[in-house]
């Protein structure tokens, strides 16, 4: 159990580990006054009874810290690093531009939601009313029939990523079938218009009333 150290710092982020790998945890440290109420110094005077520090913000000294804290990462190259990190979970430019294309044909959707509560699978586009999910699957990431390209480093890594993500997708798509979901896939690579006109004829069809 780390000591508690007689040290204050005014305003870092909250479970920030600082250049002289300091942790601060707790509210912004203000000086003590004598403008002070009664309640706050009964309680001060506890603390330094009992050994505790004062202040309202502790700082925790980590053992063996003595610099600032970096995370080793695992990436073959400082390029496929920042190329991990900038890959987004949504928003990313297929699905913004395919979203505005169907607002734009009057149609109302729920963004990057669960179409299932108790299943962890988000849609990019939710239809919860005629209940159509939208998935915009990535090329590389979802491996397109047309434009997957075999990663140069790590490669039986990245393969194997593809195909449990692919497995992942037909897992995702029969759930939400049994659970009477319909589920529609889009690569990033198609026209957007071509898109949006999927998606609004699916939503559509759909939403008219079936007969028994």
């Known amino acids: 159990m780390p000591q508690l150290a007689p040290e204050w710092i005014s305003r870092p982020q909250r479970g920030a580990i600082g250049a002289s790998g300091v942790w601060a945890c707790g509210r912004a440290a203000r000086p003590f006054s ?10 001060r005077a506890r603390a330094r009874a009992s050994g505790m520090p004062t202040a309202s913000r502790a700082v925790i000294r980590l053992p063996g810290v003595t610099g600032a804290a970096k995370a080793e990462s695992w990436a073959s190259s ?17 699905e913004l531009a395919v979203r505005r294309a ?26 919860t009313r005629v209940k159509v999910a939208v998935f ?20 039986e890594y990245w393969a194997e990523k593809v195909r449990r993500n692919r497995e992942r997708d037909r897992e995702t798509d029969r759930l939400l079938i049994e659970a009477g979901w319909r589920p529609l ?11 949006a006109l ?14 028994s």
């Open 34 to 43: 004598a403008a002070t109420g009664p309640r706050t110094r009964v309680r």
């Open 102 to 127: 169907v607002h734009a044909m009057g149609l109302r959707y729920r963004v990057s939601a669960r179409p299932l509560p108790g299943l962890r699978r988000t849609a990019d586009l939710l239809f």
């Open 198 to 211: 999927r998606i609004a004829e699916e939503v559509r069809r759909e939403a008219r009333p079936k007969h």
């Open 136 to 155: 915009v699957d990535g090329c590389f990431w979802h491996g397109c029939p047309r434009h997957h390209t075999v990663a140069k480093t790590n490669a």
């Open 78 to 94: 400082p390029g496929v690093r920042t190329g991990m990190r900038a890959n987004k979970g949504r928003d990313t430019r297929p």
């Open 185 to 195: 896939r889009l690569w990033e690579h198609e026209s957007v218009d071509e898109a």
